[in-house]
């Protein structure tokens, strides 16, 4: 317990805790800066703690300097950095920013303004094991993807859903659409294959007729060579030759009849070859048109060229022009040569125009005020950032006109504004004249402004004969200041009495404006200074008259380069129109086949070469369909019946195409979806068994609380309990634990807030609740200051009854109790170290203390009582 009146320094052991500690300072909520904590008019402070520690205590060591708000660190004796000491001091599990472990007196009236929330994460981190804060924040973090990912898989399913629903309408139209399309695909193999059967249909008749024909004619050969020798025996064998005639008329039927089949068949075979003819026909014709329109083209392309070829050759030309732009561009090198000259000597000019008293002046200005000279350098490069007139510094613009009078001015003017920079304004004072004024030249501007403050125009200069005077020259009415040799006046007349009383102080010695300018000399600079700036615009003309010079060379450059171009292109144009024609005449030729092929050969040589772009799949198509004429007549006239009945479909393909695609889509999305599910439920699992390790641990620490917040509470006839409160179970940010008090029996229990309870029993509450977590005994040491303020004397008899007894546990841990009062007979226990704080200016230094002095004074008193 330490004790002590207000203002000793309690407090200070409490910041001396924290900042030794490596505690922020906006725990202590005093001071933003650690300097500021240090005793008023010492440059640095010293703290120094020992930490209990099994296998050796530690020492740590801060030193704090005011100066910079720099900290030297030092652990057991070893110079060490900051990060060192706070995981150290994570390490023993001490909590200065935990306001349930450390609880300073600014932070008393926090304490009941923190939510449920902050109340839960200070508990676990004060008094829970180590991992229940890490399994709370886990459990948050896994329930906020679990959030995004049933989001992301509601959007998912919401938009496959849509997509499943827009195919399903068009599923429809597009079954229709290939079911047309298919029969349309037989419909064109059905009419590409038809010519093919009719030309081998009617080939393999024309190879029969032609074997009948010729069986025929051999036989008849046959007969007539036997019939020669029977002839001269015709009238010897008359009888025998009756049968062989009716076998001769037999024969001639049959031939007849054969001979009509191959009539037949020669007929059907003419009208195959007028159908070549015709086919021929067309083809030369086409051929013939081709060959027109190439001999047009050729034409077109011939004369073009003549065109093109009626022109000069452009290769001299085309030399001429590249020595042209060699000249022009080493005339505007020479050009470009002469300009950086000219602006060389422009430079020069404007350098050899420096003033040397300014100069001086600027030197003195960096040398004693190097902040003003600094932002003299950045005026000079910004000036353009100004909209009027900017003056530099007074002290380099004010030209006093003798020196011996640059003391009187720089009296006159306060330093400050000899060093101020000067800006243009609207009611600038144009008055200059009177006496003060005459002896200084400045700008306008400054003269101005100098006027207006200062009221230079209005302050007379004396001499030694004026301070002889003095007596008659402060009876003149209008005079305020005025100066004599050595001396400064400032005259003040009573604004009741109309008496005049005098103040006089010493002149001191002109530091910055003895630095003066000759009249003549100036004069003299300013006429160098117009010859320059003649000099300056000649120069300037004949650099605008080279530049409009090396302009025209530009333009006559490029002109010269675009006409080499032309040229060149020219050229090229003819080279193409000589390859093309050359094409052209190469594509005369026809392909025409044999003059001694036959009818029947063409023909073969035509359905060849019509069935040749056949590919090796519309063959294997062609095996899926009839052989016969009629069959193929027979199965198009179905397709074709079947391909009309699909009537009002569109046939753009982009639907289709927009079907086939939303297919892909809902593929990829049933995938995706499935994916995201499975990791939603993983997530889910994983929150399950985080929660299981979290939750139920701290439902029993919060019982534990609760069961020694109650009894506190019972022991001084009121009412409380701690409870773990969620409105939702599964929002795991949301959990936080309340505290419910009731001081009076008439009441009911309410909610611990800043503005239900009194501030005495939100105290009262805080201390309890703080005692609560003491017994659990999960950090070293705790901290509570001045928090007995407010408390009526029964309750905070209560109060420290019960601190008392529960802090001097040997289970609990250590106890810091800070107060600046005590009530009278208070129980105290043996485990107690009872510190009191004697401060002040009369207070004996610690050294000069006499220990049995203190003694002997105590036991007389005691006598004389």
């Known amino acids: 317990m330490i004790v002590g009146a207000n203002g000793t320094g309690k407090s200070s052991i409490v910041c001396a805790i924290c900042l030794g500690l490596a505690g922020k300072t906006a725990i202590l909520g005093r001071g933003d800066k650690v300097g500021l904590y240090v005793k008023r008019g010492c440059h640095k402070g010293f703290i120094e703690i ?91 973090n896994f329930r906020n993807r679990e959030r995004e990912l049933e989001n992301v898989v509601k959007e998912k399913a919401s938009f496959l859903e849509k997509a499943k629903q827009r195919n399903e309408r068009n599923k429809h139209d597009v079954n229709r659409y290939y079911e047309k399309k298919r029969h349309l695909d037989v419909i064109e193999l059905l009419e590409k294959k038809k010519p093919w059967v009719e030309y081998e249909t009617t080939r393999t008749e024309l190879e029969g007729v032609k074997k009948e024909r010729d069986e025929a004619k051999r036989q008849l050969s046959a007969l007539k060579q036997a019939q020669a020798p029977m002839l001269r025996k015709i009238q010897l064998i008359d009888n025998q030759l009756k049968p062989t005639e009716a076998q001769i008329k037999a024969k001639t039927v049959a031939i007849k009849e054969a001979s009509l089949k191959c009539k037949q068949k020669q007929d059907q075979l003419d ?21 027109s329109n190439t001999r047009l083209t050729i034409e077109d392309l011939k004369a073009e060229l003549a065109k093109v070829g009626d022109q000069p050759d452009v290769t001299p030309r085309i030399n001429e022009v590249n020595v042209e732009l060699r000249r ?79 003391k009187y001015v720089e009296n006159h003017i306060s330093f400050h ?40 125009h209005d302050v007379p200069v004396g001499n030694e004969q004026t301070k002889s005077m003095i007596r008659t020259v402060i009876e003149e009415p209008y005079l305020r200041v005025f100066y004599t040799t050595e001396e400064r006046y400032t005259l003040k007349r009573s604004f009741y009495s109309n008496k005049i009383s005098t ?82 005449q190469d594509r005369w030729v026809y392909p025409t086949g044999s003059n001694g092929s036959t009818g029947t050969e063409f023909n073969v040589f035509i359905f060849y070469e019509m069935f040749m772009v056949l590919d090796f799949s519309s063959m294997q198509a062609f095996s899926n369909l009839p052989d016969t004429l009629d069959e193929i007549d027979a199965m198009l006239n179905e397709e074709r019946s079947r391909a009309e009945c699909f009537t009002g479909l569109s046939e753009n393909v982009r639907v289709v195409d927009e079907y086939n695609r939303r297919e892909q889509e809902i593929k990829h ?9 499975n990791a939603l439920n993983a997530y889910r ?79 009262v509450s805080t201390m309890l609740y703080l005692m609560a977590l003491q017994e659990l005994n999960r950090c070293p040491f705790r901290v509570v200051d001045e928090i007995n303020q407010g408390m009526d004397p029964v309750n905070e008899r209560r109060v420290f009854d019960i601190v008392v007894r529960t802090a001097c546990k040997e289970t609990t841990s250590q106890y810091f109790f800070i107060t600046p009062k005590l009530l009278q007979n208070l129980q105290y226990a043996e485990e107690m170290t009872v510190l009191c704080v004697h401060n002040g200016a009369h207070m004996l230094p610690p050294n000069q203390w006499d220990e049995k002095a203190f003694i002997r004074r105590c036991l007389q008193r005691k006598a004389r009582a």
């Open 503 to 584: 103040s006089n102080s010493a002149v001191h010695p002109s530091q910055y404006l003895t630095i003066t300018v000759d009249a003549e000399e100036k004069r003299q600079l300013e006429q160098q200074m117009k010859t320059c700036e003649s000099k300056l615009r000649d120069i300037d003309e004949r650099m605008k008259a080279l530049q409009k010079e090396a302009t025209a060379l530009d333009r006559r450059d490029n002109e010269l380069l675009a006409e080499k171009k032309q040229l060149s292109e020219l050229k090229g144009k003819k080279r193409q129109l000589e390859q093309k024609i050359s094409t052209k």
């Open 271 to 291: 009208r195959k070859h007028k159908e070549v003819r015709l086919l021929k026909q067309m083809e030369e014709e086409d051929h013939q048109k081709r060959i």
């Open 50 to 140: 020992e930490l209990y520690k099994s296998g050796g205590n530690l020492v740590i060591n801060r030193e704090i300097h005011v100066e910079n708000n720099q900290s030297l660190w030092m652990l057991n004796g070893r110079h060490c950095n900051q990060k060192t000491v706070e995981e150290e001091v994570k390490a023993l599990r001490i909590q200065v920013s935990n306001l349930c472990q450390f609880l300073p007196q600014e932070k008393v009236g926090e304490f009941a303004k923190m939510s449920k929330i902050e109340l839960l994460e200070a508990t676990e981190k004060s008094v829970g094991p180590p991992e229940m804060y890490e399994y709370h924040c886990e459990l948050k």
């Open 328 to 406: 022009i561009q080493v005339e505007r090198a020479k050009i470009e040569g002469e300009k950086s000259d000219l602006r060389r000597e422009k430079d020069n000019i404007y350098l050899n125009d420096m003033n040397n008293m300014m100069n001086a002046k600027e030197e003195k200005l960096r040398g004693r005020h190097r902040d003003t000279y600094t932002a003299l350098m950045w005026l000079r490069q910004n000036r353009q950032l100004f909209s009027g007139n900017v003056h530099e510094p007074m002290m380099l613009v004010i030209n006093v006109k003798d020196h011996r009078f640059a």
């Open 417 to 456: 504004d000899l060093r101020a920079f000067v800006f243009q304004r609207k009611d600038d004072m144009e008055r200059k004249q009177l006496i003060f004024l005459e002896m200084f030249d400045a700008p306008e501007e400054v003269m101005s402004y100098l006027c207006h403050q200062y009221r230079v």
């Open 685 to 763: 699992q994983n929150i399950s068994e985080a929660k299981e390790r979290w939750l139920n641990p701290l439902k029993q620490l919060v019982e534990q609380i609760n069961g020694k917040f109650s009894d506190f509470f019972r022991s001084m006839q009121c009412a409380g309990e701690v409870d773990l409160h969620s409105e939702n179970e599964e929002e795991y940010d949301k959990y936080g634990i309340r505290i419910r008090v009731k001081f009076h029996s008439s009441t009911q229990l309410h909610e611990l807030t800043p503005y239900h309870q009194s501030g005495g029993e939100r105290s």
């Open 669 to 677: 999305l049933e995938k995706d979806l499935e994916d995201k599910s």
